[in-house]
């Protein structure tokens, strides 16, 4: 049994502190009725908690732990990089540097903007596409989740739906009412809503390969479908990438499907863990936004130093070369995570337990349920029970996952063969636990 006599101290103590005793709602463990182990410190794939409990992380801090933790090329230039002070609140070329490679990987960015959050990356692209097109209603599908400003806060996925409350209390009536919910992936609904008020809809944005519902992909054809509906109303399509980005292929999911958005949002793995998100996009949008044009947004640690060094060392290993002959970096996080997932099938099938594995390059996730998983109408309908089982007896055997079925999982460069292994054979027993239910 795995002792967390330290974790739950300290827990009491910061539960006095902060609300939930967490800084964001998912990792308080409150869904999966156990209590969280508080984390000391990370090297590789590798978690340790301050009990002295070490985990195979598969959480990689939501996803910008690509390379893995504490990696050494970043490191090192995050302790040069702090010797020469941590910001100035002024430009510096690094930013350019880093805006110039995240271009040269996602070119439909062509000017771009950081900032510090995902949730700072969405809520300026949508005040960008409403301030472009002179329009105000957005349209965002049911399970999605795009950060927690207002407009985006209705329907929402991650720990609204983990937490089953997918509109938050505090969000005024006419910002709901601005917000056009429909389901992912249903083309029918896309295609009848479009025809009502395409002509009125801002933006339509969308997680393409959502992750906060579970790691669930797109229909063949459903992502070419918005862009053509979204092109013919003179709708803006914004791509939050904030997971999928670097993760879905190296191009995210525009590159793995062939679309061009007008305005795409990166997020965490751009900062190689530290704050750091953008949003970017078509020059003639992009030139509205301030000082350039009258669309207003700011802020002082925008483009940090710190951050803009931690993501640049990020982006340059895993956009590099290949040794002859090898795949790409991330190729081979592909190639690791579909060995995990059939290892994962293969012990479910054993076991007797139904599931459905979902992957999008290094994303990747399970459902407990007999039927395909589209939606979220899918997703809630799955065996949530069977999930905690399952999640408590893979943490019990040192496998760090998300600790909710609406999240995503992730691979990293660090992962070894020998612990994806570990990681398959501690899933067969997890999945007898499951059985025994
Ligand atoms: N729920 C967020 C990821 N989709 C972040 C959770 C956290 O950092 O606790």
Redesign the pocket.
């Known amino acids: 049994m795995l002792n967390l006599s330290k974790s739950l101290e300290a827990f009491n103590e910061a539960k006095t502190l902060m609300p939930g005793g967490?800084?964001?709602?998912?990792?308080s463990y409150r869904s999966v009725d156990c209590n969280p182990p508080f984390i000391a410190r990370a090297e590789g794939d590798k978690i340790y908690d301050i009990d002295g409990n070490e985990y195979i992380d598969y959480v990689g801090?939501?996803?910008p732990m690509v390379v893995g933790h504490a990696h050494p090329q970043v490191v090192k230039a995050l302790q040069e990089a702090a010797t020469r002070g941590t910001s100035y609140g002024a430009p510096t070329v690094i930013e350019s540097e880093l805006a110039k490679l995240v271009q040269s990987v996602y070119p439909s960015m062509e000017m771009l903007r950081m900032v510090n959050s995902g949730t700072e990356s969405t809520m300026s692209a949508l005040r960008l596409a409403r301030g472009y097109t002179g329009r105000e209603k957005i349209l965002k599908f049911i399970g999605c989740?795009h950060g927690h400003s207002d407009s985006l806060l209705v329907s929402a996925g991650?720990?609204m739906a983990?937490f089953g409350v997918p509109s938050s209390p505090g969000v005024t009536k006419g910002t709901a009412a601005d917000t056009i919910t429909i389901p992912y992936n249903d083309e029918e609904a896309f295609k009848e809503i479009m025809d009502k008020c395409g002509d009125e809809i801002a933006a339509v944005i969308v997680e393409p390969v959502a992750?906060?519902m579970g790691c669930i992909p797109p229909k063949q054809g459903y992502l070419r479908l918005l862009r053509k509906l979204t092109e013919e109303h003179g709708t803006l399509l914004i791509f939050d990438e904030v997971?999928c980005g670097f993760r879905a292929s190296l191009g995210g999911a525009q590159a793995a499907y062939g679309i061009v958005p007008d305005l795409t949002c990166l997020g965490k793995i751009i900062g190689g863990g530290l704050p750091v998100a953008a949003y970017g996009g078509k020059r003639e949008i992009m030139s509205k936004v301030s000082p350039s044009g009258p669309v207003y947004q700011a802020g002082t640690l925008s483009g940090n130093p710190l951050a803009m060094t931690a993501g640049l060392e990020t982006l340059k290993i895993i956009t590099a070369e290949p040794e002859a002959g090898e795949p790409d970096y991330s190729r081979k996080l592909t190639l690791k995570t579909k060995k995990l997932l059939l290892g994962w099938q293969e012990k479910a099938r054993e076991a007797g337990v139904s599931i459905q594995a979902h992957q999008a390059g290094s994303m990747f996730g399970i459902f407990f349920s007999e039927k395909e998983v589209y939606d979220y109408a899918d997703a809630e309908a799955a065996d949530q029970e069977a999930f905690k089982v399952w999640f408590k007896a893979m943490l019990e055997q040192g496998i760090y996952l998300?600790p909710?079925q609406f999240?995503?999982l992730f691979m990293s460069g660090a992962h070894s063969e020998e612990d994806i292994d570990r990681t398959i054979e501690a899933a067969g027993r997890a999945f007898a636990a499951v059985a025994a239910l």
């Open positions: 967490v800084n964001s709602p998912v990792r801090s939501w996803g989740y991650s720990g983990t992750g906060n997971m998300a909710s999240e995503t």
